[in-house]
């Protein structure tokens, strides 16, 4: 068997068949009866036969039914139909070869198309299959149209926003469909970036909002609840005035409202920078509750993506200026939140939520506002956009570099080019 022919798949045959890039003029089947494709019928997702409502014509009769289709005819037998009543009404077998004769359960021959697949479809797949790039068609996709390239953008994009569904419907679950103490923990999570994330979103179910909302008009009083309740005030003894002042006004707040802190061990400062350390990064945390109050009311599909940056200009205060740390001081600089990651938190937290708010509660204006700020944000700068920008392809926003992520990640890393309006054209096109 050559390496075209070992490429071929049951779903490489669905493609084909789905599409009708065979020939269809003189079919036969293997018995010499003269075969005319109506309809090829609709893929079936599920169990049982592949494709539903077919219609073919075999020497003048019409037949209506569904077809199965399999890489050799003894597939047949090997994934025991035979033995399945839902396989009695196959009214064609299409394979790509044909090694075994195949009877239906009362003995009667079923009707069997060696599909004759174009050589170009055949060769321009099975390339595709053996490259060993990251984005298998990087050879070819310079020839593309761009055009035709981003006009699956919507789709891809749709698609990554979507896959967020999960992990949000897990968030609400646990705060009984409650979507604002749900977004907090969730934009909480987003600001311990990748290092600190579940620290973060710990301390948000630690610190509920509710109670923060209480004290928020106060900065020193929000920083002691996020300080105190992160367990960074239990990590050492002693400190300098402004690390005993949060650690006294937490005692009281604690007593108060009955709260438990987490260990300050989980927190991790290595290989971070020191403008993502974590005390940094609840201090900024702690301003931003300071200046909005409820963190849902950012969530406003009349909120202009410039309005939305200005909610999140906010600076840690002032302590922060010459300290990184508690207790350690250091050079003199103001700790706001820049403009990238504002930004990264609009891309990987806001705009996902807001487009599973609107669509979970049907409120088709929130789900574009969502793609309105990704479409309106500078294109990310990252590993994966710099390799399409290799190909030749150059996004020209973060709702672009979004679609790209998904592209690479879900169809060019899996080899899903049967899945991709990309691949599929190139496979077409041979």
């Known amino acids: 068997m050559t390496h075209t022919e070992s490429a071929v798949t049951e779903e490489f045959l669905h493609f084909v068949w789905e599409q009708r890039l065979f020939r269809s003029e003189g079919l036969k089947t293997i018995s010499g009866d003269h075969l005319e494709i109506l309809e090829p019928g609709t893929l079936n997702g599920d169990s049982g036969p592949d494709f539903f ?49 195949v009877l239906r359960s009362d003995g009667q021959e079923i009707p069997t198309l060696v599909l004759p697949v174009p050589a170009h479809v055949l060769d321009g797949f099975s390339e595709l299959m053996r490259s060993r790039l990251r984005i298998p068609c990087q050879d070819k996709i310079r020839d593309t149209d761009v055009f035709m390239l981003k006009i699956g953008f919507n789709r891809l994009m749709v698609e990554r926003l979507q896959e967020k569904t999960g992990e949000i419907n897990n968030m609400l679950e646990q705060n009984r469909h409650d979507w604002k103490e749900a977004f907090y923990q969730v934009l909480a999570r987003s600001f311990g970036l990748k290092v600190n994330a579940v620290p973060f ?30 367990g960074l005030l239990h990590l050492e003894l002693l ?44 201090a900024q945390f702690a301003a931003l509750i300071h200046k909005n109050g409820s963190l849902f009311s950012l969530l406003d599909d009349q909120m202009t993506l410039a ?18 740390r508690f207790s ?103």
């Open 53 to 101: 409502n077919a219609r073919v014509r075999i020497n003048g009769t019409l037949w209506a039914g569904n077809i199965e289709i399999h890489r050799m005819s003894s597939d047949w037998y090997r994934h025991r139909h035979q033995d399945d009543p839902c396989y009695d009404n196959i009214i064609l077998h299409v394979v790509h070869r044909c090694d075994q004769q």
């Open 201 to 230: 979103e710990l301390l948000a179910k630690a610190m509920p909002e509710p109670i923060l909302g209480k004290h928020r008009d106060n900065l020193r009083q929000t920083e002691a609840l996020l300080f105190g309740q992160s």
């Open 239 to 282: 400190g300098d005035d402004y690390f005993l002042n949060l650690r006294s006004e937490y005692e009281f707040l604690s007593k108060k409202y009955h709260l438990q802190p987490l260990s300050g061990h989980l927190w991790k400062f290595m290989r971070t920078r020191p403008v993502n350390f974590p005390t940094i990064r609840i």
């Open 307 to 324: 309005g939305l940056k200005e909610r999140f200009h906010v600076c840690a205060s002032p302590y922060w200026n010459n300290h990184y």
């Open 328 to 430: 350690q001081v250091s050079g003199n600089s103001c700790k706001h939140l820049g403009e990238k990651a504002v930004e990264s938190l609009i891309i990987n937290c806001l705009a996902p939520f807001l487009f599973v708010y609107g669509e979970q509660t049907g409120k088709q204006a929130l789900k574009d506002k969502a793609l309105e700020w990704l479409d309106q944000i500078a294109p990310e700068e990252n590993a994966v956009v710099r390799e399409w920008e290799e190909t030749g392809v150059k996004a020209t926003s973060a709702f672009e570099t979004q679609a790209l992520l998904q592209l690479r990640n879900r169809y060019c890393e899996q080899k899903r080019c049967l899945h991709c309006h990309i691949g599929t054209r190139l496979i077409k096109n041979g």
